[in-house]
């Protein structure tokens, strides 16, 4: 196996060089020898860092997502632009085409329904996500495509007072894809690619997948990144694919149909049971007061976690804290959406939105993620809203939860299977899962941004595009 020795690269903060080999950092020194094999990179100057993990993602929804029409904000804001957009991807796809849109907020055009969208766009099948991913609306001629006016409903589908689907579908997106027509799986290999250009060795994939087959899709997609997979309860006990981890049970506690105590309680006794742990979606704070009613009933597992914990208020926190919670966060929807929950959220709440400061002074270890395709995929727009609280429109949210640039770096940094525990290093013995920086690590979190990420490795081999 082929060799390679970084020279002139900075790690912790001093100068080092660093030969990778066998997939491992090998060798960390100060003026190593080049040996016969070894390929010689000049690092000049940059650090050289672990590979970012982005500890709850959605792949194929990324993938699918960014062969879709974004319809909200900051791109779209009002009517208008929304029929603006909708009619230019009209116009760009082959007649009977699906028109899949993302990233809704009814402070557009109101709460879309089969009218709205019909008024829009007649003759083409059209869905439009709504940017939580919990809701689908479908117009006409896609509620007829899929069976819903023909009585064919799932759960979560709404109707009028005459009993008439309103093409609403609130999480509903297994039932859904069933009657997709089986167009090409979303493609991957650019998501992965994109990954590594902003330094992402590693990713969570926080999806409740129900079927084993749709942890082979990602098992078998060829990513660059190593994988974590989570999968829903009725995969609580399964087999995954060898190439993957198997990390937390994915329970989601849904706002609009809270689930009873002690069904939540018994999903977490039953991931536990099939020895794994849970990672508890809540983003609001009933969600969140209700799954800690269930960890009382259930027990705490090592490992089990809150996902978002997006409204965390303050008498909570210690209480996170003494049950040994973990909590991974996006800091990034500070930066994406940080307007919008200004003028959304009651003042007095705004200092409990993404939490991280006041939650790692508590002692609750605290991950980052970007959960893709709902934020970002870029961790390092998180890592610098993590530090400076800003909104995209220049406003501070949470000043009290600003950490250090490099603290907030670290939320990335952690091991997928202990998230917010000890950050990875750069030592030997460690995968040479790594990323070079285009500067000293100090004045690359200056300014965080995926642009300073000169090479990234994985196991010790570098990754080219
Ligand atoms: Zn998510």
Redesign the pocket.
């Known amino acids: 196996m082929s060799t390679l020795l970084l020279r002139g690269v900075e790690v912790a903060g001093r100068p080092a060089d660093v030969r990778l080999a066998g997939g491992v950092v090998a060798e960390l020194g100060s003026d190593l020898a080049a040996r016969p094999g070894d390929e010689v990179l000049d690092g000049r100057g940059g650090a050289l860092i672990p590979g970012l993990h982005d500890h709850?993602?959605?792949l194929m929804a990324t993938a699918a997502a960014e062969r879709s029409v974004r319809v909200g904000p900051p791109e779209v804001s009002s009517p208008g632009e929304l029929a603006d957009v909708l009619r230019r991807a009209d116009a760009a796809l082959p007649p009977g085409a699906w028109l899949r849109a993302v990233g809704y907020h009814e402070s557009v055009a109101g709460d879309l329904d089969r009218e709205a969208l019909d008024a829009l766009l007649p003759h083409r099948p059209v869905r439009v996500q709504h940017r939580s991913?919990a809701q689908w609306s479908l117009n006409s001629a896609a509620c007829r495509a899929v069976g819903l006016d023909e009585g064919q409903r799932p759960e979560g589908a709404e109707t009028d007072a005459s009993g008439r689907p309103t093409g609403r579908l609130l999480r509903a997106d297994a039932w859904l894809r069933d009657r997709l027509p089986a167009g090409d799986p979303p493609d991957l290999s650019a998501l992965g690619r994109r990954l590594a250009r902003a330094g992402v060795t590693g990713v969570t994939d926080?999806?409740p997948v129900e079927r084993p087959a749709d942890l082979r899709v990602l098992a078998d997609a060829g990513l660059p990144q190593r994988l974590t997979l989570t999968g829903g309860p009725a995969l609580a006990a399964a087999d995954f694919p060898e190439n993957v981890a198997r990390g937390p049970v994915?329970l989601v506690v849904a706002d609009h149909e809270l689930p009873s105590l002690d069904a939540l309680a018994g999903a977490i006794g039953a991931a536990h049971l099939a020895d794994r742990p849970v990672a508890v979606?809540c983003v609001s704070l009933v969600a969140l007061v209700l799954a800690l009613a269930a960890w009382e009933q259930a027990g705490v597992r090592s490992g089990d976690r809150i996902?978002?914990a997006s409204v965390v208020s303050p008498e909570l926190v210690p209480v996170l804290a003494a049950r040994g919670l973990t909590v991974v966060t996006?800091p990034g929807f500070v930066a994406e959406r940080g307007d919008r929950y200004l003028l959304d959220v009651p003042p007095r709440e705004h200092a409990d939105l993404y939490r991280c400061a006041s939650l790692l002074d508590a002692g609750v270890p605290v991950a980052g993620?970007t959960?893709a395709p709902?934020g970002s995929p870029d961790p390092w727009i998180a890592v610098k809203a993590a530090a400076d609280r800003r909104t995209a429109g220049g406003r501070i949210l949470g000043a009290r939860e600003r950490l250090s640039p490099h603290r907030a770096l670290e939320l990335f940094l952690t091991a997928p299977d202990a998230p917010g525990k000890r950050p990875r290093s750069v030592r030997p013995g460690a995968p040479a899962d790594l990323v070079l920086l285009a500067a000293p690590l100090g004045d690359v979190l200056a300014a965080p941004s995926s642009d300073a990420v000169v090479m990234t490795f994985f196991a010790g081999t570098p990754f080219s595009a």
């Open positions: 709850h993602i959605h991913g926080a999806t994915k979606h996902e978002h996006q993620s959960d709902y």
